[in-house]
């Protein structure tokens, strides 16, 4: 779990398993449990739960674990408060340059999806984006403001996940190659999350849009965070 320095893996671990412990046989209970460590675990990599209160909603949490009130109430130490909600919604509308982390929510956005897949971070996996950042002559013409086209480049309307080969050989090309490359490459099949734009023709800003705003419901709803929007003030 390199690829993110703040990721919390440890603790969620040592929590994960405390749970499991106690309330293994017990589904539903997990379910809910595990989404909201879940949830909690990739606010804290994200650093929209300040470091200094991370340790010690930890350990709440570890105290906690057998009083849901405590796990999930108001002010509960896994549930998000309405500001870390709406910061962590924020997030998945910007992602941001960094590599890192993008990567990881790639990873988490995968999972998902429908009849998508659990992918560790050891595979060879890579996101690309489908409008490069740096353009090129058939991106320059489709968006010629470059700085318009860097902050599209990066949202998650605008990527998919491919091998390495792959990414190296889709480059900057047009979309018409890149589409090749995505589902004509012998022995990679493309994950959920590449088959999403298998339908799309072209590829337009007013694609990315669209495509942002699908994805980031698909997580909000994976994570409970449009319930979670409104509560715990």
């Not at 694609?207 to 979670?228: M, Y």
Request: glycine letters at 6%; hydrophobic letters at 40%.
């Amino acid at each position: 779990h390199r690829d993110l320095h703040s990721f919390p893996t440890r603790r969620s671990s040592d929590l994960a398993i405390a749970f499991l412990a106690e309330y293994n046989g017990q589904p539903e209970r997990a379910r809910r449990f595990f989404q909201a460590l879940d949830r909690f675990t990739f606010a804290c990599a994200f650093s929209l739960i300040d470091k200094r209160r991370q340790d010690d909603r930890f350990a709440r949490a570890m105290r906690g674990i057998h009083d849901e009130k405590a796990l999930y109430g108001p002010r509960g130490a896994l549930e998000l408060n309405q500001a870390e909600h709406m910061a962590f919604i924020s997030r998945l509308h910007h992602p941001g340059k960094n590599a890192k982390p993008r990567r990881l929510l790639m990873l988490r956005l995968e999972a998902a999806m429908p009849n998508g897949s659990w992918l560790a971070l050891n595979d060879d996996v890579t996101v690309e984006h489908v409008m490069p950042v740096r353009g090129g002559p058939y991106w320059d013409a489709l968006c010629p403001d470059a700085n318009r086209r860097k902050e599209y480049a990066n949202l998650l309307g605008n990527l998919v996940l491919l091998n390495h080969e792959q990414n190296e050989r889709a480059d900057n090309k047009d979309y018409a190659f890149k589409r090749k490359v995505f589902f004509e490459t012998k022995g990679a099949p493309p994950h959920a999350v590449t088959r999403d734009v298998q339908s799309i023709q072209d590829w337009t800003l007013e694609v990315i849009d669209a495509r942002q705003e699908r994805l980031v419901r698909i997580l909000c709803a994976d994570w409970d965070l449009i319930r979670g929007a409104g509560l715990n003030a």
